[in-house]
Nanobody
Framework: QVQLVESGGDLVQPGGSLRLSCAAS????????MAWYRQSPGKQRELVAS???????NYADSVKGRFTISRDSAKKTVYLQMNSLKPEDTAVYYC??????????????WGQGTRVTVSS
């Protein structure tokens, strides 16, 4: 069993900042790619940012220069620092992780989502 628990979503004014966190727990052997996705009403879920273990981060063009993804491997946690937030960033943000379990299986796990609302 693996759990991803997100936190940090909130209501923020345009131009503001938020920091999302996602902590993984369970029978984890290794975590490979960790990523943040988001989904707005009526839209498909989209990749916001991803980071491979020991690798460089990747960002959607819409968030480059404003969002920063980072991870703490010891804590099995990924973060998303969001600056200069815009109303179009409003969405439910989901954490995703590519995980090797102690059983030898490999899974793609999802968190329950955390809501970010950017509005004045």
């Amino acid at each position: 069993q693996v759990q991803l628990v997100e936190s940090g979503g909130d209501l923020v004014q345009p131009g503001g900042s938020l920091r999302l966190s996602c902590a993984a727990s369970g029978w984890i052997s290794s975590i490979w790619t960790m990523a943040w996705y988001r989904q707005s009403p009526g839209k498909q879920r989209e990749l916001v940012a991803s980071i491979f273990s020991g690798g460089s981060p990747n960002y959607a063009d819409s968030v480059k220069g404003r969002f920063t993804i980072s991870r703490d491997s010891a804590k099995k946690t990924v973060y998303l620092q969001m600056n200069s937030l815009k109303p179009e960033d409003t969405a439910v943000y989901y954490c995703n992780a590519d995980i090797s379990l102690t059983s030898g299986s490999r899974i793609s796990a999802w968190g329950q989502g955390t809501r970010v609302t950017v509005s004045s």
